[in-house]
């Protein structure tokens, strides 16, 4: 039973528009909500936040919103850029655990 | 310099054989975890450990085991190896009082192909 979903498996955009990764989730106890991007042969790093009273975050060409009662959050990346390309990650933090819970990643390509 | 590392980055084994994944961190955080990626299924969460005296399973522990030998180092065991155990293990770490959120940090990955 996957709690925090990425349903597209991969997303493609011309360098300098707008890239929207969406991501869906289904437990109410998520307190926080995190962005990470993977490049081949790294470990994911962390990208951006929103904790779940809020709506939207955003930290220079990243933006996360957050809509609650439609369990959804989405990344907004403006403009893309050709080094953006990765597989991104969205996640769930339990606030009863702590724990993360990541979805199943999108891989996106910014083409030149 | 990497602040979590992980060895092998790379291993072939057969069925049947015990292999050892190894993590070290120098981020002085108490929080660690094993993570396996496998492709459309994302990551998903084997073992995590609070602090060197805590050990818990996470979401698919069968067939793993851990040990955290000190704040800086925890392993994952795979007691005997079977195909369906091929996939990129990623060991991260977390220091509660640096975040909120719990924001994680990953070590490379180790790539482990079981024939």
């Known amino acids: 039973d996957q709690q925090v979903k990425q349903n597209s498996p991969s997303l493609s955009v011309q360098e300098g528009r707008i890239s929207i990764l969406n991501c869906d989730y289904t437990?109410?106890?998520?307190?926080?909500f995190l962005w990470y991007k993977k490049y081949p042969a790294e470990g994911p790093t962390f990208l951006i936040s929103?904790?779940?009273?809020?709506d939207k975050n955003e930290d220079g060409r990243f933006t996360v919103f957050l809509n609650k009662s439609a369990k959804h959050l989405s990344l907004h990346i403006v403009p893309s850029q050709p080094g953006d390309s990765a597989v991104y990650f969205c996640?769930?933090?339990?606030?009863?655990?702590?724990?993360?819970?990541f979805g199943q990643g999108t891989t996106l390509q910014v083409k030149p | 310099d990497a602040d979590v590392t992980q060895t092998p980055r790379n291993r072939i084994t057969k069925t049947g054989k015990r292999i050892m994944l190894e993590c070290s961190q120098t981020?002085?955080?108490?929080?660690m975890y094993w993570y396996r990626q496998d492709p459309g299924l994302g990551l998903r969460l084997i073992y995590y450990?609070?602090?060197?005296?805590?050990?818990n399973k996470g979401e698919i522990s069968d067939g793993y085991s851990v040990s955290r030998q000190a704040q800086a180092k925890f392993s994952l065991s795979l007691e005997s190896a079977i195909p369906n155990q091929t996939a990129l293990y990623f060991c991260?770490?977390?220091?509660?009082?640096?975040?909120?959120?719990?924001?994680?940090?990953f070590g490379p990955g180790t790539r482990l192909t079981v024939l």
């Open positions: 991260a770490t977390s220091d509660v009082t640096q975040s909120s959120y719990n924001e994680q940090f």
């Open positions: 437990n109410s106890m998520f307190d926080y």
């Open positions: 929103i904790s779940s009273i809020k």
């Open positions: 996640a769930a933090r339990s606030s009863n655990t702590g724990k993360l819970i």
């Open positions: 981020k002085g955080h108490d929080r």
């Open positions: 450990s609070f602090d060197v005296k805590d050990i």
